[in-house]
């Protein structure tokens, strides 16, 4: 039988590959890079493949499910919305709007039919108890783009296919393929960068981004932000700041200079394992790059000075005058607009948790709080709970203590495409139609692209009759659970109109009818100076000495003395193969050698007296697991490095595949008590483990 191709963006990580999807009539038989994609050029990593094993999965589940004791049972759609609805409202009416909470996990940003269409249903709700994988993940940049910008979103994106140096912390794109930095084949990119440039890379481990890069520095986690002070003093000593650009748009320069100045980096190479000549080196070569960048992600954000150091980052980018520049860092001119009028910059401390008093951000509390809102006694308990696309038992710190909590609610409904560790605990599970049934728009990867893209994915088969897409779903749920709770409710337009009218706000000139005869997507053009001019700030001006972290600067001195440095630190790790949690049932991304070993320096086995391959017992302040060690000079002593998304192994789940993966949970390990203080995001990075022989 002939094969047809059809195209569309990968839904599956923030590079947004286009594919190519060949089919044999229906059947959908072989996936491939896209090379006629202007962004992604070809590129496709395993993940894109897999979605053959998605979509073939005998475990997704396709129509709803309802608990019944230890079993389940199909039901049919509207039986299931009104079952949904009338509970959802009964908890509210028995113990007020508090009573109702929902976690959002990190595919909802993948798939427009959520991401567009959650809002109205959690403002229906009225409740404070909103939860989401932001507060394990990316808090601290929203956070300090809202301080220093004005809008959460407002993010200055590293220019890598300009910039002749770029200063990496914490970050591995060859393996996640580039996060809160859009940009397909990305190993390429910064191969062509080493070649015209330098690529400097801070990491306590040599990953693939290490291996190719220009430099690699081992620094010890948790440590970035005292080699960020020392960086910008080095780079103060060799010139006055270079903020020409920026004259009159800039706010508390001299304060937040002065505060960097007056901090003792004395120390800065026994605190972080890097010395004062490599710093010094650094700042010169970064002054003296035609164009630089510093970037920060995982490693630097989940940490305890998450928010402290993505601040550092941008005064460094400030300082040296690359912010806002070709080939340093500037937010990307997005033709569907995430900023500006109609959209949420974001607010911080409006309300608080009720048992730990921590304030919210964006409209959510930190996910580190879910599981005692939920198990604590008293007014504004947590009692229902809907969770979309998430499996927080495995991705949020304190797994073993939040499975505990779920399994006490008197009502949970999961909108989910798998029975998993988390949706076991749902008394319904309403699982939506394949993505590739949907109309689909990037919101915010285009928004945080490399180059100025835009891409419009279109059905590519039909919806079955007995199935919903995702935001069907959604505006089902909310208007049974309205309709129960007698509350107004206004139904969302289809995808198509949502994404039309989204680019007609934008003004960004892209004609409607062009992106629909697009099927490979769009090239706008590279990235453009617009910080300046789109700044939402109170003052219009660049907010470069926020208090909250002027505040945050003088804990981490007050902290200092405190640091054992000789403490074993465990770090996260990620594979391409691997995708957080919920891909370890698709057959082609478990199969080969096996990645959950946790990984140590051979000096550190040693003085334990363990052997390469042993079966070791690691031991937190929260939890402890099992798992198998293997000697590895690619993590400095000192550091144990342990993959997340693993634990497959809790029982009444229904993936069979995933169940047979070996590997131990890494959020048995983290301590919901440990938090970058300014965002509540959790500090999952440098938790302080024993290792011992099992």
Known sequence: MARTSRFRACPLCEAICGLELQYEGPDLVAIRGDAADPFSRGHVCPKGNAILDLEADPDRLRRPLRRRGSDWEEVGWDEAFAEAGERLAAAQSAHGSDAVGAYLGNPNVHHFGHIAYLPALLRAFRSRNFFSASSVDQWPHQLVDWLMYGHQFLLPVPDIDRTGYLLMLGANPVASNGSLMTAPGVQKRLQALVERGRLVVLDPRRTETAAMASRHHFIRPGTDAWFLLALLQEMLALGPPRVQAYAGRLAGLDEALAAVLAVDTGEVEARTGISRSDIRTIAADFLAAPAAVAYGRMGVSTQA??????????????????????????????????????????????????????????????????????????????????????????????????????????????????????????????PPASPLTQPHYDLHFNSFAVRRVAKLSLPLHAQPDDQRADWQIINALGRHYSAAAGKPWREALPPLDVIRAGLERGGSGLDWDTLVASPHGIDLGPLRPSLLSRLETASGCIECAPPLLLQDLTRLQQAAAGVDGNALRLIGRRDVRSNNSWMHNAPRLVKGKARHQLLMHPDDLARRALADGARVRIASATGEVSTEVCASDEVMPGVACLPHGFGHDRGGTRQRRAEAVPGANYNDLSDPQQLDLPSGNAALNGVAISVEAE
Not at 330 to 351: C, I, K, M, Y
């Open 305 to 430: 000075y998450g928010s402290l150091c993505q601040w550092l980052i941008q005064l460094v980018n400030l300082v040296s005058g690359n912010l806002d520049r070709e080939g340093g860092a500037l937010p990307n001119e997005a033709a569907f607009p995430v900023t500006g009028p109609g959209t949420s910059p974001g607010q911080r401390d409006r309300w608080r948790s009720r048992v730990r008093g921590l304030p919210e951000f964006a409209g959510e509390l930190p996910v580190a709080v879910l599981a005692e809102e939920i198990l604590t006694p008293g007014p504004g308990q947590l009692r229902a709970l809907l969770t979309c696309a998430g499996n927080p038992v495995l991705s949020t710190p304190d797994g073993r203590g939040l499975d505990r909590a779920l399994a006490s609610l008197d009502y949970m409904v999961s909108i989910d495409i798998y029975l998993n560790e988390t949706t076991r605990h749902a008394h319904l599970i309403l």
